[in-house]
C-alpha cells in the first residue's frame, strides 16, 4: 500500500489508523527526516519521491497493489498552487498507479468539488476527482466538509487569528456560511472503513460531523476552548479582500489568504452525511473536549506563526 501525504494531517492520522488495523505502509514523502519524526511510532517505509514529478512514482509504486491519494493543498502559498499539487498530480498518481499494475485507489476529495467550481480549491479538487472516477482503477472517492485537529489549517487559523485581534472576532460575511467539520480520526477510520467494504469499489461518499455549524457557531466554539473573549462583528468579505491581499504581500504566512476567504464565504455541510449511515463510524462533535489540542496556542506561538516560512 502506498499513501501519499502521509506526514501530513490526515496522512498521520490514516497511517495509525490502518498500521493499528494491520496494513503494511508504504509512504511517500519528500522530505524523510520530518516524515520519520511524525510517523516514527509506527512501522512505515519510506520512499521519497513527488507526486508533482511524474518520474518520480514508478519505483514508489513497486509491488503496490493499493493507493491512498491524501495529498493536496487546501491554501495556495508561494511555489505551491492548486493546479500542480491537487489536479496535475493527481493525474501523474493515477497514470503511475496503472503503469504499476495498482487496482485499489482511495482518493481524498472535498465536499463541494467540482470542476466547474467558481472557487478555485474545489475546482482542482473536482478535477482531481474527475481523473480518478474516469480512470480504469477500483477506486473510492471521500468527499469530507471541513476537517479538523491538530496542526489543521483552518480551525488552528481562526484560533490563531482569535489570540491575535484585539476586543474582536471578525466574521467574514457575517459567518453566515455553514459547514460540518469532521475529526480528522473519523476520517482516518473512513479510509480504513471504505477499504475494508468491497461494496465501496466506484462509490464516492460525503462525510461530516455530526451537525451543521454556521461559522459564527465555531467561533463561539473555537473562542471556548481556548477560553478567550472577543466581540463577534460581521464584515463583508468585499471589505476584507484588499487587507487580505496586503496581508498576503508582506507576511511571510500570514493569518488569513485570499483562498482561504473564499473557503471562509462558501456553505459545506453534508446533506446525505454517509460517515455513520454507510461507513458506521460515530463522529466526534465539534466542542470544547474535540478542540483541546487549541490550548497548546499562545499569542506568541500565533505572532510567531505569522513569519514561518513552509
Known sequence: MLVTGAAGLVGQ?????????????????????????????????????????????????????????????????????????????????????????????VHMSQNGASSSSPFAFLRSKGIAQDIVTSSALEWTVLRPSVIFGPA??????????????????????????????????????????????KSAVRQSYAIGGPEPLSLRDMAERILAAIEVRRVLVPVPVVLLRPIVAILQRVLPNPPVTSSLLDLLAVDNTVPENAIESELGISPVRFDSESLGYLKRITRMEALRSLFRRH
Do not use: M
Not at 491524501?70 to 493525474?91: K, Q, V
Not at 485581534?165 to 472503513?193: E, H, N, W, Y
Open 13 to 105: 492520522a490514516t497511517c495509525a489508523e490502518l498500521a493499528e488495523r494491520g496494513w503494511k505502509i508504504r509512504a511517500l514523502v519528500r522530505d524523510p527526516a520530518k516524515a520519520a519524526a511524525r510517523l516514527a511510532h509506527l512501522h512505515v517505509e519510506f520512499r521519497v519521491g513527488d507526486i508533482r514529478e511524474p518520474a518520480s512514482l514508478d519505483r514508489a509504486l513497486e509491488g503496490a497493489g493499493t493507493v491512498i491519494h491524501l495529498a493536496a493543498i487546501a491554501i495556495e502559498r508561494r511555489g505551491e498552487n492548486y493546479t500542480s499539487t491537487n489536479s496535475d498530480a493527481t493525474r501523474n498518481l493515477v497514470e503511475a498507479a496503472t503503469r504499476a499494475g495498482a487496482t485499489r485507489f
Open 152 to 197: 489543521d489549517e483552518f480551525v488552528n487559523v481562526l484560533a490563531r487569528l482569535a489570540l491575535l485581534s484585539p476586543l474582536i472576532f471578525p466574521l467574514p460575511g457575517g459567518g453566515r456560511a455553514r459547514f460540518q467539520p469532521i475529526a480528522v480520526g473519523d476520517v482516518a477510520k473512513a479510509v480504513a472503513a471504505v477499504l475494508e467494504r
